[in-house]
């Protein structure tokens, strides 16, 4: 389960691997590239977290956006142009990333940004992004104030998002929480804007399904929290019947860790963690990740069970030795929708490429997905379920997928501001 | 109500390992040891790599501090022996500079992701505390830390390295003119100060996810206790911890909001008001 | 002094012309580099002449940042902002310093670091004000602020660059001034000996105090000057990591000379931007290189050179 070390932020050009694993890209993405005559290469710099208690998520970025370059270069490139990448740390700093996005464009050449995990680095670089005036695809950061205020408000237009935001671990939480047998919410969730909004967003819809619903309790960890046993107390002593959290990465498996000692799994009828189905998480729990705790993220790879799927995680595994995390699907869907609207536009000039990605249809392993055109994001259903221990799989996996309807949980235009 | 007093003091026992170290090495060395917080993440992955190898987490619990004490030997006969005639500040600054190094070093080895060990069966159980359920290891590691303390303060009081570790404390130039050869001295408390923060480490690790930069958090929270107990008093450490381990517990019930600040609140009033701490030696 | 002269002149050249050869990232680097090198001098104020290690000079460049941003999203113009951000830090200074000056050595060094980080939880979680850990973005750049035909626009790179580096520039004459003059030299009085300064009738807490202000006026001046660059504001810049950064500058470029600290917040920047590029593990390099000056050049890099040629000279 250790990551692959060695990994080094060179850049990443074709490599023989590819050619001994003999990949080929996904029909769905696919087509033989004709050449457009575009530059050679085109270049694309990501942004992740790649160290730290959180830095699972950075691998898994950088392992799915690496695949999607060497199947798109095995199958000719874009257009014809053989894709390079740069991936940087953006060490959850606002500065850095930044720094990191101006170095892409200013020094290193970037034509497209992706990645990022924050929602503040998000939020910095999407600021910076009518100067630098490339297309930034997030992949990762969730804050509702990216598509919301940024791109539909503002019309920074050339900031878009592949993954969805929080309207999975506040909205869709919340319909799975309609119908649990619990009326007493406690929740333990990360000390910044992230964790708050998506506490409110839960309490906001929760209340409008289940009116007799009561939120008993709530106890927020400042980052570089290692030890929740303090806030688990406070919240236990409340007497909830269940837990809700949007703790991630390392700090999410400590959580559950010490819940797990303080006998909270059996003293509640339900907990839901939102980005407790990332790969990490499941493999870092393991034989401690309580059968029955609720957890998504965003995209799951059992779902759906299509082809496309299935070949996106045999390929990943046969590449890796290791399941994909949704980090991993949404940096591999933002490099193939790159592709798409570079090959569609018949150029890499930023206005013509925003214009292909309004609306763009894609078929992404997690299913089909339409580009919104007011607010460039991506919408999708991911799933929510339980966790199960299954001997076929070497890690936890979900079941009893719950999917909603995207009407029912992605925000709309022109996204009232949440109560609560 | 007292139960979230008694988890907020098991926590403390954590830091009151590495306070220890850290007040200890000050008190005799007059070294503020920025790379404690380092020592202790040295004692996570080391408890955490000898458990992979031998199964057991008493093996790891054992090897793990000692590896941190040979860690901890190489730092200061190597390097920080160097920079005792100094000023204070170059010596800060070395200690730093290995913050940095280990900080790496531990990712170039282990990798950058964080490591989640497995809680030993055994001590994965809980007890019923009134209505409460608090886990079997807290209480361990409640027994733990008191053990230390005890083990301490006996060491110190009884025996003679221990005298000659409090004499060299209160007065060095005294202890010197006497005949106590402070080189040697300095390195085998050094080393203690490590095998403790080694120790809080490995108790740490089955209970906490393990990552490159862990001693970050914990050895801001130790210089926080150490204020507060009076830099270079073990008493003061303890004393600290425990009230730093209240202060968290509660502060969550009653001001969750200062949760961030309570610490530095708590640091800054000190050395506005008693800088040498609660139990600390008012210097000339 | 003629030497001074001539390197000041040719370092200002240097900054000034930049924009002509070099590309954006190279200014932006370059400009980065002038904020940390102010940063590090106010810094050195302290360090380099009394001896004194402030651990939290954050507090006071996330102060002048935030104070600087909250007005340049009012409205007002760039020229004042930043210089009532800067006041603003000298404020929190003045308000904080009385505190710190009554220590010395590591209760000093505490309390700054305590201070800093009290700064950072108040900027995490006064969200209403500073955003909280979101930050402020969309900082606009707006126009100058001085009357009539001057009042540019400095919505463009080149023309923030230009403005920011020439009052970096100030600065640093400034400070240069100060250093040698009668506060300067009382500083390095109360450095050598501080019972005997008092002896001498140099008033000591109260000259340390000045200094304090005047570190918190200068840092707080690099954190303004930081906020249209980004455009965007976060809590990080009063954390003690970022504290931290002026430190390892000026110990790498020599705390005994004015311009150590520049050399080292040039040197820490580049070194740090070129080893990026080759490995994840700058850290390490890093703290070797810290390991190797305090072991070895004790005064920096600059105080290495400058015994190189006063060895050269005597051969």
Redesign the interface.
Known sequence: M??R?GT??RRFLQTTALAAAGLAAPKAFSAAAPDLKLKKPIKIGCQTI???????Y??FMRKGATLAMEQINAAGGIGGSPVEMNF??EEL???VG??NA??FV??WGADFLIGIDS??VA??VG??MP?LNKVLIVTHGA?E?YNEDLVYK?HVRQCFRVCVPVYQDGIASALVAKDLPVKRWATISP???YGHTSWKMFRAYLKRFKPDVEFVGE??A???T??F??????V??LNPEGIFSTEW???A??MV??A????VFE?TKAFMIGMGSAM?VLQ?????YPDGTWASGRYYFGYPDTPENKKFVADFRKRFDTYPSYPSETAYTAVYALKKAVEKAKSIETEKVIEALEGMELDRPAGKCVIRKEDHQAVYAVPWGQIKHDPKFPMPILTNLKVFSTDEYYRKPPFAPVEG | MLFQGLVGLSEAMYLWLVAAGLSLIFGVMRVLNFAHGSLYMLGAYFAWVAFRISGSFWVALLAGPLLVGAAGWAMEFGFLRRVYSAPEAFQLLLTFAFVLILDDAVKLVFGPVYQSPPTPAALSGAVLIGRSILPTYHLFILGVGALVGLGLWLFLEKTSFGLVIRATAADREMARALGVRSSRLFTWVFVLGAILAGLGGALSMPVRAISPGMGEFIIIEAFVVVVLGGLGSLRGAFLGSVLIGLLHAYGLLFMPVFELALGYMAMALVLIVRPWGLFGVREG | MRVRVIAGAAIAAIVLLLPLVAGPFLRYLVLNMLLLALLALSFNLLFGMTGLLSFGQGAYYAGGAYAAALLLRAGVPMLWSILLGALAAAALAAVLGAFCVRHTRIYFSMLTLAFGMLVYAVVWKWTDVTGGDDGLIGIPRGRLGLPGPLDFSLDSPVRYYLFAAILVLISMAILHRLSASPLGLALQAIRENAERAEFSGIRVRRTIYIAFVTAGLFAGLSGALLAPLEQTVSPSTAHWTKSAEPVMATLIGGPFSFLGPIVGAVVYLGLKEIIVRFTEYWLLVFGLVLLATVLTFRSGLVGAAADLIARKRRA
């Open positions: 250790a990551p070390r080094t932020r790649l160290s730290g208690p959180l830095g699972g950075g691998e940087r740390d700093k606002v500065d930044v720094k101006r170095y200013d020094d929602s503040a939020l910095a600021e910076i100067t804050t104030k503002r000390d910044y804007e106890s927020f400042k980052f570089g290692v030890d046993s303090s806030h688990i107390s406070k236990m002593g990465g390392g700090e498996v400590t860790k010490q797990k000692l303080f006998k003293n990490d870092g729990l393991g034989a401690d």
